[in-house]
């Protein structure tokens, strides 16, 4: 059987031969099945990995808040605190004991709030913009506590406590800065939402 040649727009030779129509077309579906499957195992992970930073954030910011409630990490978190002069005016009327319990209240608060996204976006929004300044805070200990390595020359040369203790947070930054923007963006009505 003869191909019938034709010019499409674009001035390129297309062939109206069904034999190689069909083998066009078996190739797209092909391709198209990869990209799809490809699709669908890139959702999958994305779902997974959405799931483990928002309840990993959570139980790091539960765990650590419930920390809060031994002597020992009261006692840890006191030079922190100790050096940082918005914080350390506390110790004035609060214990040791009482600032760290206080503390471990609200961290264990913002974790159940940010838990609570499958039932309450607001909750975990909440939870989430409460984690931002907890994180920000923290991080400054970086600048008003000694935590550069003297025997390394100092800075940029990060101490083991509580230099690199405090660099993890800007990781967890990061995931609660996420994590209120993916509940924000839930919250916005669907017909206004970007894609």
Same mark, same amino acid.
Not at 96 to 106: A, C, T
Not at 144 to 168: H, R
């Given at each position: ?64 808040? $419930?920390?809060? =409630?031994?002597?020992?990490? #009261?006692?840890?978190? @006191?030079? *922190?605190?100790?050096?940082?002069? &918005? ?64 025997? $390394?020359?100092? =800075?940029?040369?990060?101490? #083991?406590?509580?230099? @690199?203790? *405090?660099?993890?947070?800007?990781? &967890? ?23």
């Amino acid at each position: 059987m003869k191909a019938t040649q034709r010019i499409d727009e674009r001035g390129e030779n297309v062939s109206l031969d069904r034999n190689i129509n069909y083998e066009v077309t078996l190739k797209t579906i092909t391709n198209s099945q990869r990209t799809s499957a490809l699709a669908e195992t890139a959702m999958t992970i994305n779902a997974l990995g959405t799931r483990i930073l928002r309840y990993g954030l959570a139980l790091v910011i539960g765990w650590i808040g $419930l920390m809060k =409630f031994t002597g020992y990490e #009261a006692h840890g978190i @006191q030079p *922190l605190v100790g050096h940082r002069p &918005l914080m350390a005016w506390m110790y004035h009327f609060l214990s040791v004991r009482q600032f760290s319990d206080g503390l471990g209240v609200v961290e264990v608060a913002i974790a159940v709030l940010i838990a609570l996204r499958p039932w309450s976006a607001k909750a975990s929004a909440l939870g989430s913009a409460l984690a931002v300044p907890m994180f920000l805070t923290t991080l400054s200990f970086l600048f008003s506590t000694p935590g550069w390595e003297p025997s $390394l020359g100092g =800075f940029p040369a990060l101490s #083991a406590l509580p230099g @690199q203790f *405090l660099l993890k947070d800007v990781v &967890l930054l990061g995931a609660a800065i996420w994590s209120l923007g993916e509940s924000i963006t839930y919250l916005v009505p669907s017909d206004t939402q970007i894609n």
